[in-house]
């Protein structure tokens, strides 16, 4: 894992690093994060498993899979990088982690996906981490995230 600092152009792209790249493939999909202010970047298949394990839980209502599948699946956008490793990420989902042009972000880098916030909240989180909560029998419950 791995975390790189990068700014927003004018045009809602930032650069992704090479090695943020690696097990991402060519085709990623950016959408809202089950954490408040990040959005995470999917591998393809990734993704697959991530819009396959609303339909496996048995935890959520029919209804509330109907409404994360089109907020976390529907909401999603498909891009590739262009020639310079940039990927265009829409101002809707900038705006959902309080981002736009100019802004810098924090890129967590995981072997089949990514995790973007600002830098603002990467800041703040990173100041006042606290695991006395962590139960590692939770982990069996992200399978998919």
């Known amino acids: 894992m791995a975390c790189f600092i ?3 152009d004018a045009k809602g792209r930032i650069f992704i690093p090479s ?9 990623m999909f950016v ?6 202010d990040f959005l995470c970047v999917y591998n393809v298949e990734r993704f697959q498993r991530l819009s396959q394990s609303f339909d496996k839980s048995k935890k959520m ?3 509330t899979k109907r409404k ?8 999603a956008l498909e891009c590739e990088p262009d020639a310079q490793g940039r990927i265009t990420i829409s101002s809707n989902l900038w705006n959902h982690i309080g981002a736009k042009p100019t802004t810098e972000v924090c890129i967590y880098q ?10 603002e909240h990467y800041d703040n989180v990173e100041s ?5 909560d962590l139960d590692l ?9």
């Open 6 to 8: 990068n700014k927003i």
């Open 19 to 27: 090695k943020a790249k690696e097990g991402m493939g060519e085709r």
């Open 31 to 36: 959408t809202i994060s089950p954490e408040k």
């Open 61 to 63: 209502s029919k209804e």
């Open 68 to 75: 994360a599948r089109r907020l976390f699946i529907g909401g």
């Open 110 to 119: 995981y072997a089949d996906m990514l995790e973007i916030c600002t830098k």
């Open 128 to 132: 006042n981490v606290d695991l006395g």
């Open 137 to 145: 029998d939770d982990f069996e419950e992200l399978d998919g995230l």
